[in-house]
């Protein structure tokens, strides 16, 4: 006869799938939600690994109907007896998600140590491995009007900023990395275009004058869209708001999916290449670019000088990936670091074949038309990729 499954305090745990549930806890916020996170103790305070941080959960006993084990878990881990609902997530342990008072009192078991509450796309960073983010996914589809990202490009401050660089004034031509991922695209006549964080739509109207049958823009920034309707007036382009954290495209759709440095926004990187991948038709192209791992990594991405007065990028927690929080036209702008090797892994475990890497760096003629790219040449800001579906 064989023991009895028991949670790591002895306590039985049913034999039989659900093996339990997690409960995605959100208030609301004036910026928004957040999700309710704890840390477990059983690791000691200082550990951060895999299940160090995750929404309520816990194992259901014998013979417990899950309801009963989601309340039960939420009330013994937070002392919490609010509503749950469960949200859509098939398997053996699905999530539930249940909205607090802004002003709730959280008070913790002995299982646990600190908790906090976190906007989702830090929760999302937080809470490992890729299972807890599924579950947090779930729940949050099903809580309307609650963005997973952070919507950096609809704060005044960072929008009036961001409206002021070349790229928002002169598109394209604006763009120094521009004829580089150019020369990356296919022929675009007759395709069927996806752009995902199409910003103020500068792409998806080069598209279509390059011979695109149809363009779909998506965009978290209702600010970016405003804009991108207002300078469209071709009714075979389309702009809809997205979270590309919940990219979800029609299958095989489209024939190319574009994005123009997007994707450092987006917390979890697996989910998001394998949606594109799934929205294109076979032989359809990924062509994007993103922030470099090289500019993304550093506490503080800025310039220093060194002893002999040399230019230094100060290069720092490389091979240590999640989000990384910088003051780039306005307090706390979150972005999401993964290194090389991820980025290209990911891509390749969505489906695709990688054609052609480029690490933008100015030509000799791009730096003497214009002496300010010279210092691109000290490292690389942005990672081009083009890609194509087997
Ligand atoms: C640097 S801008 C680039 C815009 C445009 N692709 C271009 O190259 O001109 C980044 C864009 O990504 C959008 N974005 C950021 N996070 C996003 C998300 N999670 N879902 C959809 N769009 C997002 C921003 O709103 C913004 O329009």
């Known amino acids: ?37 704890l840390h477990r103790a059983h690791d000691g305070p200082d550990y951060e690994g895999d299940w160090a941080w995750t929404p309520p959960a816990g194992a259901r006993k014998p013979g417990e109907e899950l309801d009963a084990c989601a309340c039960r878990e939420l009330k013994e881990e937070t002392g919490l007896e609010i509503p749950i609902r469960p949200a859509p997530l098939a398997g053996d342990w699905p999530a539930y998600q249940a909205e607090a008072p802004a002003d709730v009192t959280v008070v913790l078991d002995a299982e646990h140590d ?22 947090i996914h779930a729940a949050l589809r099903q809580i309307e009007n609650a963005p997973v990202s952070q919507n950096i490009y609809d704060d005044p401050v960072f929008f009036a900023g961001y409206s002021r660089l070349r790229r928002s004034i002169e598109g394209l031509d604006g763009a120094a990395e521009w004829p580089t991922l150019r020369a990356m695209l296919p022929d675009m006549r007759g395709l069927r275009v996806v752009d995902l964080g199409c910003g103020m739509g500068w792409f998806c109207r080069w598209a279509r004058e390059a011979g695109a049958a149809e363009v779909l823009g998506l965009d978290l920034s209702a600010r970016m869209l405003e804009q991108a309707r207002a300078t469209t007036s071709d009714p075979a382009i389309a702009y809809e708001i997205a979270d590309l954290a919940n990219l979800d495209l029609p299958p095989g759709a489209f024939d190319l999916a574009y994005s123009s440095l997007a994707f450092h926004y987006v917390a979890d990187g697996a989910r998001l290449y394998q949606a594109a991948g799934r929205g294109l038709a076979s032989g359809g192209r990924l062509v994007f670019s993103t922030e470099h791992p090289i500019y993304t990594a550093p506490t503080r991405p800025a310039w220093v000088t060194g002893e002999d007065g040399e230019t230094i990028w100060p290069l720092n927690r490389y091979q ?16 999401h670091h993964r290194t090389l090797a991820t980025t290209l892994n990911l891509v390749i475990g969505a489906g695709f074949v990688v054609d052609r890497i480029e690490e933008f760096r100015p030509s000799a003629e791009e730096v003497a038309a214009q002496a300010t790219l010279a210092i691109e040449l000290e490292r690389p800001m942005f990672l081009l990729v083009s890609a194509h579906r087997h």
């Open 114 to 135: 600190r908790f906090m509450w976190l906007e989702p796309a830090e929760a999302l960073a937080r809470c490992r491995p890729a299972i807890v983010a599924d579950q």
């Open 320 to 335: 240590m990936e999640g989000p990384r929080v910088t003051d780039w036209l306005a307090p706390g702008v979150i972005k």
């Open 1 to 37: 006869m064989t023991e009895p499954r028991t949670t790591y305090d002895g306590e039985p745990i049913a034999e039989d799938p659900p093996f339990g549930a997690t409960v995605v806890v959100y208030r609301r916020v004036d910026a928004g939600i957040e999700l309710l996170v």
